[in-house]
């Protein structure tokens, strides 16, 4: 059974800095590339980044110098470390891991930027 379970989501003021986690078990994670999403309540589904099996990171446009998404294989998981906070980061985020042609997600994990 496969299951991507992530954690650190929350509270932050304006500025401030959170740490997400997403732990992967059921499948070969070294064959994954792995990604962060967010959907804001009214919005789409949007990319935030990715990383490749190799470790090759791609960002949006909008969270570039302000997250950085790393992987530990030791460790299935995959972090988004998220600083400089703004308002318009609220959402909730979504880990994904694919390996085409398949895609699993994870529930999802709330981030309330606020003051």
């Known amino acids: 059974q496969v299951q991507l379970v992530e954690s650190g989501g929350g509270l932050v003021q304006p500025g401030g800095s959170l740490r997400l986690s997403c732990e992967a078990s059921g499948i070969i994670f070294l064959i994954y590339a792995m990604g962060w999403y967010r959907q804001a309540p009214g919005k789409q589904r949007e990319l935030v980044a990715t990383?490749?099996?190799?470790?090759?990171?791609n960002y949006a446009d909008s969270v570039k110098g302000r997250f950085t998404i790393s992987r530990d294989s030791a460790k299935n998981t995959v972090y988004l470390q998220m600083n400089s906070l703004k308002p318009e980061d609220t959402a909730v985020y979504y880990c994904k891991a694919h390996a085409a042609p398949i895609d699993y997600w994870g529930q999802g994990t709330q981030v309330t930027v606020s003051n």
């Open positions: 990383i490749t099996n190799g470790g090759i990171p």
